[in-house]
């Protein structure tokens, strides 16, 4: 494949490389109280830099004819999760889970670098991914099982594997295998599960073939809630529900989905308490303001601390929120940046899902098609739960900022959900 310039993609990347040098300087400098530095001080930065510069030189010269947006704004949000990771390193230090903080997310960066550039190199298409939807199924719901008898708790919920050398999270896989599944087994079944059959004044689905993704679906869920993850839970729902509706627009199964959800609600509340604990913190933090609800109030008083503009990177104090690295790193990008910084946040998010879409909607084949929208339906609907999360417009589940939080399974898996958006992209040509 002849090598060819991307312009646009390098013009774009030169945003992301100033947040880069001069947020980490920014950051170093507030820390030691100086104005004196040397290059030493600032490789983090040079790091990412060459990350990024060099995988877009990379698909030059491979000739790569994809989408030249989509990965300028993972850059720069995945630039913003190295800074906040190197602010907080310092404040964190003491806490033996997050003394190395940034020096781990800088390992996971390079390695999720790594895996997009296998991924636009070696994988030929998509159309591919078809073949192997029950495959998909069988692997996603081994992840699971796997997890839930041979995982570690953390906080209560069962959701990692120790692998000894590392710590893996194998239920951010899933999210992708899901999707694989669901967009295969709906582009092969569309017609028949969008028409149909009436029973009176009713409309029902065709349940021969509804049941084999019910049955995946259910197991998932099921799986998942037993090992207290309710943040999954919720978005293998949502993904679930967008994909049905993509690609049959029948707004009756939107309806029963949610329907069924209020009931899992209200029965989740009877079943398990630490469900009705989450809705109670969520509703009333200061019902237990120095245990259950501490988490949240501490949130609040950031995000008011934080004003228009924020206290400046480095000034605020972050280190108060619990668990802030993870859970709650809008609540820091919205004390030290401020309004205005979370709402540039939110901009790159909606720009991000508005790409994906577009990648979806102009592939030719339909099952690429299907499966570039609900890759941005995970990516999208993931923000928006553990952001209304940490406003208080939902309770808190404990999943990751898409590209911004730290975690490594989380990281891998955004990373690879950007490379097979790109390998959609790149089915129609290059395209601005």
């Known amino acids: 494949m002849a090598a060819r310039i991307r312009l646009l993609e390098l ?43 060099g995988t877009s030189v990379w698909l030059s010269l491979i000739g790569f004819s994809g989408d030249q947006v989509l990965f300028p704004l993972v850059a720069m949000l995945s630039g913003l999760g190295l800074l906040l990771s190197q602010r907080l390193q310092p404040v964190l230090r003491d806490d033996p889970g997050w003394a190395t903080l940034a020096q781990r997310q800088l390992i996971y960066l390079a390695l999720s670098f790594g895996l997009l550039w296998g991924t636009l190199t070696f994988l030929r298409g998509l159309e591919w ?49 899901l999707v694989i599944f669901l967009a295969a087994y709906l582009d092969d079944y569309r017609d028949l599960i969008a028409t149909g059959y009436r029973l009176g004044p009713l409309t029902l689905p065709p ?19 037993l090992q ?12 679930f529900l ?36 989450r809705i109670q913190v969520w509703l009333n933090p200061w019902s237990d303001p120095l245990q259950a609800g501490f988490q949240p109030i501490q949130a609040d008083y950031a995000f008011a ?41 939110l901009g790159l998010y909606l720009l991000l899902v508005t790409r994906g879409m577009l990648i979806a909607l102009q592939a030719r084949d339909s099952f690429v098609r299907l499966l570039a929208a609900g890759l941005t339906v995970v990516l ?26 730290a975690g490594g399974s989380s990281l891998l898996t955004n990373f690879l959900i950007v490379g097979l958006l790109l390998k959609a992209s790149e089915s129609v040509g290059e395209r601005r």
Do not use: C
């Open 129 to 177: 991914l078809r073949r192997y939807k029950y495959t998909a199924a069988i692997i996603g719901l081994g992840l699971i099982l796997v997890t839930m008898i041979f995982g570690i708790e953390i906080q209560g919920a069962r959701l990692w594997l120790d692998l000894g050398v590392v710590t893996v999270q194998p239920g951010e896989l899933v999210k992708v295998l």
């Open 305 to 345: 601390h934080g004003h228009i503009f924020g206290t400046g990177l480095g000034f605020g104090y972050p280190e108060f929120i619990p668990v802030v690295a993870s859970d709650y790193a809008f609540a820091a990008i919205g004390e030290e940046l401020g309004l205005l910084g979370t709402v540039a946040v």
């Open 242 to 277: 967008a994909m049905l509706y993509i690609a049959t627009g029948r707004v009756a199964y939107v309806l029963a989905g949610l329907l069924t959800f209020a009931l899992a609600v209200y029965v989740a509340l009877h079943l398990f308490s630490h469900v009705g604990v």
């Open 228 to 239: 207290r993850d309710l943040g999954n839970a919720l978005l293998l729902f949502g993904i």
């Open 11 to 53: 013009q774009l990347l030169v945003l992301p490389a100033l947040l880069g040098i001069v947020g980490l300087l920014t950051v170093y400098l507030s820390g030691t109280g100086t104005t004196r530095w040397t290059w030493a001080d600032i490789w983090v930065s040079l790091a990412f830099m060459g990350l990024v510069l």
């Open 207 to 225: 349940l021969p073939y509804l049941l084999p993704m019910l049955i995946m679906w259910g197991m998932s869920i099921l799986v998942v809630v």
């Open 380 to 405: 999208g609907l993931q923000t928006l739960i553990i952001l209304a999360g940490n406003v208080r417009l939902l309770p808190l589940t404990g999943i990751t900022l898409p590209f911004i939080s």
